[in-house]
């Protein structure tokens, strides 16, 4: 039983690392897109690849709760134009926003 507690608390530890990991990356990855959060270049990300995006395909997508991805959408809505290149590919909002 003590085997089996120390692998996963070794998992729990390797899956905080890569949180904390993937938190700095996209920190850097904001402030290089001067955008505000890790979300709204998580939202521009995926509308970058996928642009028939719904709200609830964005929910899923990033697992953050729908009333965050309707705040996060309306901040860039009023902070960011929607053609926005500092992301390597040009990012243009659905319709359906």
Do not use: C
Not at 42 to 56: F, K, R, T, V, Y
Request: a negative charge; proline letters at 1%; glycine letters at 4%.
């Amino acid at each position: 039983m003590e085997d089996k507690d120390s692998r996963l608390a070794e998992t729990v530890l390797d899956i905080i690392r890569v949180a904390n990991m993937l938190e700095r990356l996209g920190g850097k990855y904001v402030h290089e897109a001067d955008l505000n959060s890790v979300q709204q270049y998580m939202i521009l990300s995926l509308l970058n690849a996928e642009s028939n995006l719904s709200m609830g395909d964005l929910h899923q997508n990033t697992l953050v709760t729908k009333q965050a991805i309707t705040g996060v959408v309306d901040r860039l809505k009023k902070e960011v134009i929607w053609k926005y290149t500092k992301i390597q590919k040009i990012v243009e909002l659905p319709a359906s926003f």
